[in-house]
C-alpha cells in the first residue's frame, strides 16, 4: 500500500513549521530578483514545534527540507512565500506557494500595517533583539566557507521569526519602526501552535 497523504493523526500535536533560508548569490549575481531560483540555497533552518529541535538542511540535503515543508500542518515564515519558496523551486516540480500551508508574517503585516516592514524592524519593536546580520554578509559567509555562522545566522532568523508569531498570537498584535523610527502597532489574528 503506498503512501496517504494529507492525512493527520488526530493523537500527534500539530506541528507548525518555522522556517528561512539564505543563498549563495545575491539578486545583483543573478541579474534581478526575477530570477529568485538562480540563487541556489546555502543553507536552509526550520523549527518544529512538534519536534521542538532545529534542523539545518544545506544544498545537499535539500530534498528533505522540501518534504518537511510539505509534511508541516503549517508553515511559517518571514516573506517566505514570495522569496524562499521562489528560490526552492529549482529544486523541485512542486509548486509550493499554492500546495504548502502557509502563514507569512511579512505578508500579513503588509495588509494590516500598509507596508512590508524588515523583519529586524518588527523584532526590535517588538521584542527589543533584532537580528544578527543581513542577507549580504550571510553570502558573504557563504563565500567565505564559514558555514557553522551562516547555519548560526539563519537559525537566529527562524527563532526571530518563531517568537514574533508567539507574541503576536498572545498579544493579538506586533510592533514595529515605521519610515520615521517611531514604534507603531498592528492588529494580528495569527493561529497559535
Not at 25 to 45: I, L, P, Q
Amino acid at each position: 500500500m503506498g503512501a496517504v497523504y494529507g492525512t493527520r493523526d488526530p493523537v500527534m500535536p500539530r506541528d507548525y513549521l518555522y522556517f528561512d533560508l539564505e543563498t549563495q548569490r545575491s539578486a545583483g549575481d543573478v541579474g534581478g530578483w526575477h530570477r529568485k531560483s538562480e540563487m541556489r540555497m546555502s543553507v536552509g533552518v526550520t523549527f518544529s514545534t512538534r519536534l521542538g529541535v532545529y534542523e539545518i538542511y544545506t544544498e545537499d540535503t535539500v530534498d528533505r527540507l522540501i518534504d518537511q515543508l510539505r509534511t508541516a500542518d503549517l508553515v511559517i515564515g518571514y516573506n517566505h512565500i514570495n522569496f524562499d519558496y521562489q528560490v526552492l523551486m529549482r529544486y523541485t516540480i512542486l509548486d509550493l506557494p499554492a500546495q504548502l500551508p502557509s502563514l507569512d508574517l511579512c505578508a500579513e503585516l503588509e495588509r494590516s500595517a500598509g507596508h512590508r516592514p524588515k523583519l529586524d524592524h518588527v523584532a526590535m519593536a517588538t521584542l527589543q533583539t533584532g537580528k544578527t546580520a543581513e542577507g549580504l554578509q550571510a553570502i558573504q559567509w557563504w563565500r567565505e566557507g564559514r558555514l557553522l555562522d551562516l547555519a548560526r545566522y539563519c537559525c537566529h532568523d527562524v527563532k526571530v521569526t518563531r517568537l514574533v508569531h508567539e507574541y503576536g498570537v498572545r498579544h493579538s498584535e506586533v510592533k514595529f519602526y515605521d519610515g520615521n523610527r517611531r514604534v507603531r502597532s498592528t492588529p494580528v489574528k495569527w493561529e497559535a501552535p
